[in-house]
């Protein structure tokens, strides 16, 4: 069994992607070539924005944003302890500081009530993310961040295809950073990501820093990087696009499914189920970039998984404000104690739009005979 299995995913898109990818090895421009103009097009329509800019990495799109909203030394950018490294790590980058503010426990997005007290003169944007598949609560943060005339960017690199109250992520905020890292929702085959946003001033500028800052042929008004897609991984994009509804509906059909199957499996254990599945908002829908429940003895729970060959991963079991490279931020434990709680509990299960009914029988048996190993 696989974590994410991308083999049967090209089975059924082998013919598709293969001519995509024909077509440009046939006409030969590499970098930023049809396909990447055909693909942004495409995006900026599914998400609902009104630009979207095809980059080489969902870090890179986010480095992309603070810079275009000239986040400077010093400056501060809110975001969650719990989550990927590079949400934090692109803040550091800039020599800003990450401030962060605890998670929701039940949904381990940034916690909205939290936001306010964060936010001081020197914050430059507000940075949630859309953990595991799941929108945070944006209409709350993007009210809190208007009324102090504050950018938000959503890092929706978890939750490209998931709606909140009907649109979906990516559309939600000024900017929206997303990942087609090969394990996400909608993953390329090598690096990829995207922003979106409504603003055609910084749809410019986004453009202008993906090309190291250069606005006309040899002509550069400001830094940048080389932060390109490179049209192959938009040809792929393409072909997988067509598929990517029906990928997202199984998706949450599965998800559904696992917190069935554990709610049956735990039902004639006479205790409350150890196991904690995940929550979704009412106006909410995931699209489970991760399956992720929270267990007691979660290391040991994960061994004992792997021996029986079910694989598993941990999303992520050191928040951020605990990272060795943050140190200077001088946060002790206990400083947000529902990521650190949640860090220390969560384990990810097998997730992709092609796992059988099977296999997540097999995968919920593992997990119910390895949690009552260790009650
Ligand atoms: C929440 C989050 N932010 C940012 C990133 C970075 O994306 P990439 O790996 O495409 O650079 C990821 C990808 O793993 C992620 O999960």
Same mark, same amino acid.
């Given at each position: 069994?696989?974590?994410?299995?991308?083999?049967?995913?090209?089975?059924?898109?082998?013919?598709?992607?293969?001519?995509?990818?024909?077509?440009?090895?046939?006409?030969?421009?590499?970098?930023?070539?049809?396909?990447?103009?055909?693909?942004?097009?495409?995006?900026?329509?599914?998400?609902?924005?009104?630009?979207?800019?095809?980059?080489?990495?969902?870090?890179?799109?986010?480095?992309?944003?603070?810079?275009?909203?000239?986040?400077?030394?010093?400056?501060?950018?809110?975001?969650?302890?719990?989550?990927?490294?590079?949400?934090?790590?692109?803040?550091?980058?800039?020599?800003?500081?990450?401030?962060?503010?605890?998670?929701? /426990?039940?949904?381990? @997005?940034?916690?909205?009530?939290? $936001?306010?007290? =964060? #936010?001081? %003169?020197?914050?430059?944007? !507000?940075?949630?993310?859309?953990?595991?598949?799941?929108?945070?609560?944006?209409?709350?943060?993007?009210?809190?961040?208007?009324?102090?005339?504050?950018?938000?960017?959503?890092?929706?690199?978890?939750?490209?295809?998931?709606?909140?109250?009907?649109?979906?992520?990516?559309?939600?905020?000024?900017?929206?950073?997303?990942?087609?890292?090969?394990?996400?929702?909608?993953?390329?085959?090598?690096?990829?990501?995207?922003?979106?946003?409504?603003?055609?001033?910084?749809?410019?500028?986004?453009?202008?820093?993906?090309?190291?800052?250069?606005?006309?042929?040899?002509?550069?008004? /400001?830094?940048?990087? @080389?932060?390109?897609?490179?049209? $192959?991984?938009? =040809? #792929?994009? %393409?072909?997988?696009?067509? !598929?990517?509804?029906?990928?997202?509906?199984?998706?949450?059909?599965?998800?559904?499914?696992?917190?069935?199957?554990?709610?049956?499996?735990?039902?004639?254990?006479?205790?409350?189920?150890?196991?904690?599945?995940?929550?979704?908002?009412?106006?909410?829908?995931?699209?489970?970039?991760?399956?992720?429940?929270?267990?007691?003895?979660?290391?040991?729970?994960?061994?004992?998984?792997?021996?029986?060959?079910?694989?598993?991963?941990?999303?992520?079991?050191?928040?951020?404000?605990?990272?060795?490279?943050?140190?200077?931020?001088?946060?002790?434990?206990?400083?947000?104690?529902?990521?650190?709680?949640?860090?220390?509990?969560?384990?990810? $299960?097998?997730?992709?739009?092609? %796992?059988?009914?099977?296999?997540?029988?097999?995968?919920?048996?593992?997990?119910?005979?390895?949690?009552?190993?260790?009650?």
């Amino acid at each position: 069994m696989r974590f994410v299995d991308l083999n049967t995913q090209y089975e059924r898109l082998r013919g598709a992607i293969n001519k995509r990818v024909q077509a440009v090895l046939d006409h030969g421009q590499y970098i930023l070539g049809p396909e990447v103009t055909e693909l942004e097009s495409a995006l900026a329509e599914y998400v609902g924005a009104n630009h979207c800019v095809a980059l080489s990495s969902g870090t890179d799109a986010l480095l992309i944003t603070l810079m275009a909203l000239g986040v400077e030394p010093g400056d501060e950018v809110i975001t969650t302890p719990f989550t990927f490294f590079a949400t934090g790590e692109i803040i550091a980058l800039l020599k800003a500081r990450p401030v962060f503010v605890d998670i929701d /426990r039940r949904t381990y @997005n940034i916690d909205s009530s939290q $936001l306010e007290s =964060a #936010i001081t %003169l020197r914050t430059k944007a !507000i940075l949630p993310v859309s953990l595991y598949g799941q929108c945070a609560d944006y209409d709350a943060i993007n009210a809190i961040a208007a009324a102090h005339g504050i950018p938000v960017i959503e890092d929706g690199a978890q939750s490209f295809g998931a709606t909140y109250k009907g649109q979906r992520s990516c559309g939600l905020t000024d900017i929206a950073a997303t990942s087609f890292f090969p394990s996400k929702p909608l993953g390329c085959y090598g690096d990829g990501g995207a922003l979106f946003t409504n603003d055609y001033i910084l749809d410019e500028c986004f453009r202008e820093l993906r090309v190291h800052g250069q606005a006309d042929r040899n002509h550069h008004p /400001r830094i940048g990087i @080389n932060g390109r897609m490179d049209s $192959l991984q938009a =040809a #792929i994009l %393409l072909a997988k696009l067509e !598929i990517f509804n029906a990928e997202v509906v199984a998706r949450g059909r599965l998800g559904a499914r696992y917190s069935q199957l554990i709610e049956d499996a735990f039902s004639d254990v006479s205790m409350p189920t150890p196991v904690t599945t995940p929550y979704v908002e009412a106006h909410n829908t995931s699209v489970y970039a991760q399956y992720t429940v929270e267990v007691p003895s979660r290391d040991a729970v994960q061994a004992t998984m792997s021996e029986c060959n079910i694989p598993t991963a941990v999303h992520y079991p050191r928040p951020i404000h605990l990272q060795p490279a943050f140190a200077s931020l001088g946060q002790e434990p206990g400083s947000f104690p529902a990521a650190e709680k949640a860090a220390e509990r969560v384990i990810s $299960l097998p997730m992709h739009p092609y %796992l059988t009914d099977e296999q997540q029988i097999t995968v919920i048996q593992a997990l119910k005979d390895s949690v009552l190993e260790f009650l």
